[in-house]
Structure formats: structure tokens, C-alpha cells
């Protein structure tokens, strides 16, 4: 066993022997928040060895707490996970002081690129955003490169995508059909209630539905006007 301030640690009962499992007791505890300090010891214990997840999680964790000094070069190590990557390009997108980052959205772009590459729906939501503002060179128009964007995130079903591709729709291509689809996908989604704008995402997309139905019982109804009573003939009664 190995102790840690007085507590015993095993695995399977025995002595961890190798970076893996360290980096397992590290993972238990950071995930079960018992013996908070224990997570550090054995991860670092594990990321000593070389051990790839024990560095990403070591970043992740100052990263969560603002240690970004020592956040950066853990992250740096870890270029293969989007999750490191996607702190990497929000630490240039703001800037960094602490970290000795200079603000730079060329670099803040390449950084959500890698990450959104790598399967990251919260860099490519950062992506779309930046295409929407002009912030970042562009190919076609701020909207279809915010949309193709998006719709990747909304492919992870991520809530917030799925509203804002549903925005996109309504708003710049004039598509209720499209934006109807995706609004309800996002009042759908059980991940929308634990966002951070979940009860703003699930009002509007709510309220857009509505609109959008009635809209669309609107135009029925026209339509039937237009059939039953077609325009050759109306001069017969008004």
C-alpha cells in the first residue's frame, strides 16, 4: 500500500507498482472530490513516468483552479487531447499574463482548429463564434463558416450548438423548417437543463417553436384560401 497522510491507498489490494496505476488512484480521487491533495501525489507520481493522461489531467486541473503557469507546459505536453488544446487556444484568446501569454487570436484560432479537429464541440463553437465576428479569415461568408461550425458541435449533441445553428437558420437564412428541427433537438436534450444558459436556450427555443407553428398554420390556411377560393374567381362574390 502506499500512504498519504495517513491514508492507505491500494489497488485491487495491493501496492500500485506502475504509472497506470497511479494514475487510477489520481483519477478516483480527483473524480470522487475525497482526499482532495491525494489526486496531485499520484498523478504526478504517474506523469514522472511518462504516463500521457496523468499530464493532460494535471493540466486540467490547474487549468480548473487558475494555475495557469503551471497549467501551460502540462497542456502543451498533452497536444493530442482536445481538451488541452481547447484550454490552450482560450488561454491566447484572452490572454495570460499569469502565463506569460500574450493575447493573439491567430493563435487562439490555430489552437480551436486542432482541438475542433480532434473532436471538441466547445472549440468549434468557439470557431463559429469568431467567423461570426470577422475575427478570423475568411473563405466564404461569416455565416456558412459559423454554420459548418456549429452543426459539427451539433453533431455531439451539444445543447448550445444546436440552438445557435437553429439562430443561424432563422435569422440569416430566412429556414423555419431547419431551425425548427434543431430547436427541438436542443428542448430535447437532457444535456440543455445542466448547461449554463439552459434555461435561456429552452425559453427561446420554446418560444421560436411556437412562432414558428404558427407561422406555418398561417401559411396552411392560405394556402387553402388560395385553393378554395382561387384568385380568377374571387371578383364572382367581393
Not at 452543426?151 to 423548417?177: F, M, V
Amino acid at each position: 500500500m502506499v500512504q498519504w497522510q495517513g491514508t492507505n491507498f491500494t489497488v485491487d489490494g495491493r501496492e500500485p507498482t506502475n504509472a497506470d496505476e497511479y494514475y487510477r488512484i489520481g483519477l478516483h480521487c480527483w473524480n470522487s472530490g475525497q482526499h482532495r491533495g491525494a489526486e496531485v501525489f499520484f498523478l504526478e507520481t504517474a506523469a514522472s513516468k511518462g504516463h500521457s493522461a496523468a499530464i493532460e489531467l494535471l493540466g486540467h486541473i490547474d487549468y480548473v483552479q487558475g494555475q495557469y503557469a503551471s497549467a501551460v507546459p502540462r497542456l502543451r505536453r498533452s497536444t493530442g487531447s482536445p481538451r488541452a488544446t481547447y484550454y490552450l487556444a482560450s488561454l491566447y484568446h484572452h490572454g495570460c499574463p499569469q502565463a506569460g501569454i500574450v493575447e493573439s487570436l491567430d493563435e487562439a484560432g490555430r489552437w480551436y482548429r486542432v482541438s475542433a479537429e480532434l473532436g471538441e464541440p466547445e472549440a468549434m463553437l468557439a470557431l463559429g463564434e469568431l467567423y461570426l465576428e470577422r475575427l478570423l479569415p475568411l473563405t466564404r461568408s461569416p455565416a456558412e463558416h459559423a454554420l459548418e461550425q456549429f452543426l459539427a458541435a451539433t453533431a455531439r449533441n451539444h445543447p448550445y450548438a444546436q440552438y445557435r445553428a437553429a439562430e443561424i437558420y432563422r435569422t440569416l437564412y430566412q429556414d423555419n423548417e431547419r431551425a425548427a428541427v434543431l430547436y427541438q433537438s436542443c428542448v430535447d436534450n437532457p444535456l440543455t437543463g445542466r448547461h449554463a444558459l439552459g434555461s435561456m436556450m429552452m425559453l427561446q427555443s420554446q418560444a421560436h417553436l411556437r412562432e414558428i407553428s404558427a407561422l406555418r398554420a398561417a401559411r396552411l390556411q392560405q394556402q387553402r384560401r388560395e385553393t378554395v377560393n382561387p384568385a380568377q374567381r374571387r371578383g364572382d362574390f367581393y
